[in-house]
């Protein structure tokens, strides 16, 4: 009984001397003592598994049990009718003053049945709690409209406005984490590409593997395309909705005007960018390569209507941005993200850091320390 008991101190000891380290730990990372406000367990109902230890621990010497009272009256009994060996030197055995081998015998149990109760307390799922503070997000929904129709394989804007479009609306997608981006590809018709989604990665990958000729590119529908980019923002219950429409010619195709689209976006309130891509005059265009692989060049001349493009700007709240090269493709983006709405947010939700490998850690060194102890200093010899 008193071994057992003496045993039980002792775990109680190094688990207390574990969960000082823990707190010493902890208020490192939080930056003050763990309190009610800023800790919590995830998973608190795990401490149920608390009970397989502490019943191994306690069940041997509940007092007041009935296993107990028949261990007593088993050791009250006459022992003359068990075979005993007989050991002369017993007495000096019990005699001999204890060694600190002897004294630290418990320890490697103690730090296993500690290191268990620590290995349960991460099961539990510690977090540390954080207010959001007050932070500055856009909360915009853009929808991007692409032509690709066969005009954007000229080279004024290099190497060529379909590929420059792609790199500079990737860039663009990448500078806008907080915001909902959906993307419309048009040509002589218009198609959605992606739905509105904040999926950025996804966005980049789909932007990334569009190829001219996917759409039918003999015509340049722009009320087609900003009417399907409409019916993306409909629902939409952003505070702001914004399409960007990039389009290097005049609108030559689909069943509705540009005017009649422009009117739709008014009602919903969307405003509308567009960007005009290159020069209506001669532009160079690649019409293949040669036997050695050398681009073969020719010269297309492709119609604008910039008025038009003025106009749909004007009456929707929007800007019209001009794009004669690279260098202007960029800057017309980048007047567009300084010209997007910018809205602040009061985040009251909560922010939580797992902690759990504190408590991991430090039971791993202490099973450490008692495989340390078992096959070093108390190793036992046969």
């Known amino acids: 009984m008193r071994r057992r008991l003496g045993f039980a101190s002792m775990y109680l000891g190094v688990l207390t001397g574990a969960l000082c380290a823990c707190l010493v730990m902890l208020k490192g990372t939080l930056g003050v003592w763990p309190r009610a406000d800023n800790f919590r367990f995830e998973q608190p109902w795990m401490a149920l598994l608390f009970l397989g230890p502490l019943v191994l621990l306690f069940r041997s010497f509940r007092p007041g049990g009935a ?44 730090l296993r049945f500690s290191a268990l109760a620590l290995g349960v307390l991460a099961l539990m799922g510690p977090q540390s709690v954080h207010v959001a503070g007050r932070t500055q997000t856009q909360g915009i929904d853009i929808v991007v409209v692409m032509d690709v129709s066969l005009s954007m394989q000229a080279a004024d804007i290099r190497p060529n406005r379909f590929v420059a479009t792609q790199v500079v609306v990737q860039d663009f997608v990448a500078r806008r984490p907080n915001d909902r981006v959906g993307v419309v590809v048009f040509g002589r018709d218009a198609y959605t590409l992606l739905p509105l989604t904040t999926d950025k990665q996804s966005i980049g990958n789909a932007i990334r593997d569009l190829r001219l000729g996917q759409v039918d590119g003999r015509g340049t529908a722009i009320g087609n395309a900003v009417a399907t980019g409409l019916n993306r923002l409909r629902q939409s219950d952003a505070k702001s909705r914004v399409l960007i429409l990039l389009t290097d010619g005049d609108s030559n195709s689909g069943n509705l005007s540009p005017l009649q689209a422009t009117e739709f976006a008014e009602t919903l309130d969307v405003q509308v960018y567009p960007v005009l891509m290159g020069r209506s005059g001669d532009s160079p265009v690649q019409k293949g390569t040669d036997l050695f692989g050398r681009p073969i060049w020719d010269t297309g001349n492709f119609p604008i209507n910039p008025e038009l493009l003025q106009e749909m700007a004007d009456r929707t709240g929007g800007s019209y ?57 108390l190793r036992r010899w046969p």
């Not at 030197?89 to 004294?103: D, F, G, Q, S």
């Not at 709405?341 to 922010?351: C, F, H, P, R, T």
């Not at 850091?353 to 430090?362: D, K, M, Q």
């Open 67 to 110: 296993r107990w009272e028949q261990r007593l009256s088993t050791a009250d009994r006459s022992t003359t009718d068990r075979p005993r060996v007989p050991f002369p030197k017993a007495a000096l055995v019990a005699a001999a003053p204890r060694t600190w081998r002897n004294r630290i015998s418990r320890v490697p149990g103690a």
């Open 321 to 377: 941005f001009e794009a004669v090269d690279r260098k202007g493709l960029e800057d017309s983006f980048h007047g567009i993200l300084n010209a997007l709405e910018k809205s602040d947010i009061e985040d009251g939700g909560m922010l939580y850091g797992e902690l759990f490998a504190t408590f991991l850690w430090i039971g791993l060194v202490l099973l450490l320390l008692e495989v340390l102890l078992r096959t070093g200093l």
